[in-house]
């Protein structure tokens, strides 16, 4: 099962910031935290990772509370090619990634 | 281009039958993966292989069978005893993890098999 929690589905405006929250009330202290996305009938992408700082590339920022239990990704100026279902995993080393059900963002003109 | 090919992008097949898909890469990858995704639905893990000629069971390997004689190719065969066997298949590849935090997947487009 998966061991994060995350919206089925949100909106957000084109140019906005889009923040997606994502439970994971019982991560351990190794575990990391992923982020990719997936844009309809496609693989998954990579976006990005964490551990405990707050992370940014090139695609998105990664938010983690002090606790660890939430993180939140943030896409800064969404656009009509972020929409996408965005999935949220933990991973430690030597275990496997465990996809959920994933947030279905639709970025709206 | 290094990336990962899987194909074809669609599979028709009579129920019954057993069909294997394809996936290679060449990005020079220690583990591949597949996963079979199904509508409105996240990815669960099929089998993976950390290294040549090693492979393990993942959530749902039933039905299913693999092979890893090569390190850029890990075909998934779909056998007549996977009783639902229409889905969108997936296959992935990460490099060897250091401690922590490599465990970027690549994933290839999918290959949509249809079994009436």
């Known amino acids: 099962d998966a061991k994060t929690t995350q919206p089925p589905s949100m909106d957000c405006a084109e140019g906005r910031a889009a923040n997606l929250p994502c439970n994971h009330s019982?991560?351990?202290?190794?575990?990391?935290v992923y982020w990719y996305r997936q844009i309809h009938s496609q693989g998954p992408q990579y976006i990005i990772h964490?551990?405990?700082n707050n992370e940014t590339n090139e695609m998105a920022s990664l938010i983690i509370t002090e606790d660890r239990k939430s993180s939140t990704l943030i896409l800064p100026h969404a656009t009509l090619r972020d929409t996408a279902v965005y999935y949220c995993l933990l991973y430690n080393q030597g275990g496997k990634l465990i996809f959920g059900q994933g947030t279905e963002l639709s970025v709206k003109p | 281009d290094g990336g990962i090919t899987q194909s074809p992008k669609y599979l028709f097949r009579k129920e019954g039958q057993n069909v294997t898909l394809s996936c290679e890469q060449n990005l020079n990858h220690d583990a591949m993966y597949w996963y079979r995704q199904d509508p409105g639905q996240g990815l669960r893990l099929i089998y993976y292989?950390?290294?040549?000629?090693?492979?393990q069971k993942g959530d749902i390997a039933e039905g299913y069978s693999v092979s890893r004689e090569k390190k850029e190719s890990f075909p998934l065969t779909v056998t007549s005893a996977q009783k639902n066997p229409t889905a969108f298949y997936l296959c992935a590849s990460r490099p060897h993890g250091k401690q922590g935090s490599s465990y970027e997947q690549y994933f290839g487009p999918g290959t949509r098999l249809t079994v009436t």
């Open positions: 019982t991560i351990s202290g190794n575990e990391y």
């Open positions: 964490g551990l405990k």
């Open positions: 292989s950390q290294i040549v000629n090693d492979f």
